[in-house]
């Protein structure tokens, strides 16, 4: 059998991370799978390996504690394996005006979307300008183009991710690498539930996207090496106007789009 490669994704068994998942594994992709959830990695794993004939490795790490991000690293060094492609996807948010939300749970939110981001792209992406090959795609979001009121440290580390996307992208164009940003709009996954965010107006009122089509964007992105894409023709739009609007009118767009539904007059 042909050698395949490896692409390893982080919160691969649910939302856009599993979706994404799922088009490498009919692509003839070996998998890593890495979430929090033993049960729902193993779970993964049966099913692409029947489905797609693919091997499927599954490390259970929580990303919400940094060290685990070089832990799980030394880890597939450890199994000899080499990763083509790395996917960060693992992220949260949470919900609220940020002087009454919890500020231990935002430190977390911090150190899972922007610090175990930075220490994984820093590791597998010295391996790839090594051999002068490889992919990352990190999960932004069109949060990262705009204040965000009731959700301002989610909005800040997507805007970091952004930047930083951008940053090293330049910074090995010539070296045999491609990093590509996705950019989703509200995506209909558990974010908003573990965000406790299911009463803002953009999800109990909005439509939200599908996570299959956002990950076949992010997908056909990342494989024709873009810089980013941002998922959703309405989105576009959003992202477009944002460029243009002052930050104050942006903020203030936004503060009305995610306010909640019950809000008292």
Do not use: C
Request: hydrophobic content about 40%.
């Amino acid at each position: 059998m042909k050698q395949r490669k490896y692409v390893l994704i982080t919160g691969a068994t649910k939302g856009i991370g599993y979706e994404l998942a799922k088009l490498f594994a009919a692509d003839g992709w070996n998998i890593i799978a890495v979430a929090r959830s033993s049960r729902d990695l193993v779970a993964v794993k049966d099913e692409f390996e029947t489905m797609y004939g693919v091997a499927v490795e599954t490390i259970a790490k929580d990303l919400f504690e940094p060290e685990n991000a070089t832990s799980l690293y030394d880890e597939v060094r450890a199994k000899g394996i080499e990763v083509e492609i790395l996917v960060n996807n693992a992220g949260q948010g949470l919900y609220g005006e940020f002087t009454d939300t919890d500020i231990d749970r935002e430190i977390r939110i911090i150190r899972l979307n922007v610090e175990s981001l930075v220490i994984l792209t820093k590791h597998f992406l010295q391996d790839m300008v090594s051999r002068g090959s490889g992919k990352i795609l990190n999960l932004s979001s069109v949060a990262a183009k705009a204040p965000g009121p009731l959700q301002s440290v989610y909005h800040g580390t997507k805007a970091f991710v952004h930047s930083f996307t951008e940053a090293i992208r330049d910074e090995v164009k010539d070296k045999g690498v491609t990093i590509t940003a996705l950019l989703p709009g509200a995506t209909d996954t558990d974010f908003f539930n573990k965000a406790d965010m299911l009463n803002a107006k953009n999800v109990a009122e909005g439509k939200l996207a599908d996570p299959a089509q956002v990950a076949k964007d992010g997908y056909e992105a990342l494989m024709s090496g873009d810089d980013k894409v941002v998922s959703g023709m309405k989105n576009k739009a959003q992202v477009a106007m944002s460029n243009v609007m002052p930050d104050s009118m942006v903020a203030a767009q936004v503060h009305k789009q995610q306010e909640p539904v019950n809000k008292k007059k």
